[in-house]
């Protein structure tokens, strides 16, 4: 059973720049699997921020991107701020109308 | 603007059924596919369930197929998951979400508006 790998955790400084991966345990991640990034905070649903790998959502600030590096996808932050610590989950298509997403990573801005 | 109400969660004893409904409004629903996505207390987000925008296709996580069963209603604008032989497992936060599936001809590969979720407690 394939899983989605993320960081579990990671930290960025006020104003510094941040990447989050989403792999796969087995194999490359690449633009076929259309991945897509979601941001949430405690309480709250999920937000989109980034959608077939690296289109930004309506209303996204373009600090977030998206980008394949290596053989997993990505997401960074630029110049983070305060308001971005959340979690950040990616998903990945497998194909046949299936979805996975990633176990997540919780960003602590400090 | 989009919006999209969950309801229908609750209390069930294991090996019970639930329905979870979700209205849509602010956009043409018919014309989109939906989703279920869950999450654990605690846990990662979990996408359970997808269904085309004419309904005529419907998708489901190995954990929950055979159980759970996804369908919809255009004329009402509704979503709906029936959840049957509930564990102790599934409980979670069930989001209706907007994305993930054919829209007509082509395949939004993702997912955009989420409802703020219900909440389904299995437990004796």
């Known amino acids: 059973q394939t899983v989605?790998?993320?960081e579990p955790?990671?930290?960025?400084?006020?104003?510094?720049?941040?990447?989050?991966?989403?792999?796969?345990?087995?194999?490359?991640?690449?633009?076929?699997?259309?991945?897509s990034w979601y941001q949430q905070t405690p309480g709250q649903a999920p937000r989109t921020l980034i959608y077939n790998t690296n289109t930004r959502s309506s209303g996204v600030p373009d600090r977030f991107s998206g980008s394949i590096l290596g053989n997993k996808a990505a997401l960074t932050i630029t110049g983070a701020q305060a308001d971005?610590?959340?979690d950040y989950y990616c998903v990945l298509y497998m194909g046949s109308a299936i979805w996975v997403f990633g176990g997540?990573?919780?960003?602590t801005v400090l | 603007?989009?919006?999209?109400?969950?309801?229908?969660?609750?209390?069930?004893?294991?090996?019970?059924?639930?329905?979870?409904?979700?209205?849509?409004?602010?956009?043409?629903?018919?014309?989109?596919?939906?989703?279920?996505?869950?999450?654990?207390?605690?846990?990662?987000?979990?996408?359970?369930?997808?269904?085309?925008?004419?309904?005529?296709?419907?998708?489901?996580?190995?954990?929950?197929?055979g159980r759970f069963s996804i369908f919809r209603d255009n004329s009402k604008n509704t979503l709906?998951?029936?959840m049957?032989?509930?564990?102790?497992?599934?409980?979670?936060?069930?989001f209706c979400v907007e994305g993930g599936g054919w829209s007509g001809s082509a395949v939004k590969y993702h997912f955009d508006y989420w409802g703020q979720g219900t909440l389904v407690t299995v437990s004796s």
Do not use: H
């Not at chain 1, 792999?23 to 991640?29: E, T």
């Not at chain 2, 109400?5 to 939906?34: I, K």
């Not at chain 2, 049957?84 to 069930?94: F, H, T, V, W």
């Open chain 2, 84 to 94: 049957n032989s509930l564990r102790a497992e599934d409980s979670a936060i069930y």
């Open chain 2, 1 to 65: 603007e989009v919006q999209l109400l969950e309801s229908g969660g609750g209390l069930v004893q294991p090996g019970g059924s639930l329905r979870l409904s979700c209205a849509a409004s602010g956009f043409t629903f018919n014309s989109y596919a939906m989703s279920w996505v869950r999450q654990a207390p605690g846990k990662g987000l979990q996408w359970v369930s997808g269904i085309s925008a004419g309904g005529s296709g419907s998708y489901y996580a190995d954990s929950v197929r």
């Open chain 1, 104 to 107: 997540g990573t919780k960003l």
């Open chain 1, 9 to 35: 955790s990671f930290s960025v400084s006020p104003g510094g720049t941040v990447t989050l991966t989403c792999g796969l345990s087995s194999g490359s991640v690449s633009t076929s699997y259309y991945p």
């Open chain 1, 4 to 6: 989605v790998t993320q």
């Open chain 1, 84 to 86: 971005d610590e959340s």
């Open chain 2, 80 to 82: 709906y998951l029936q």
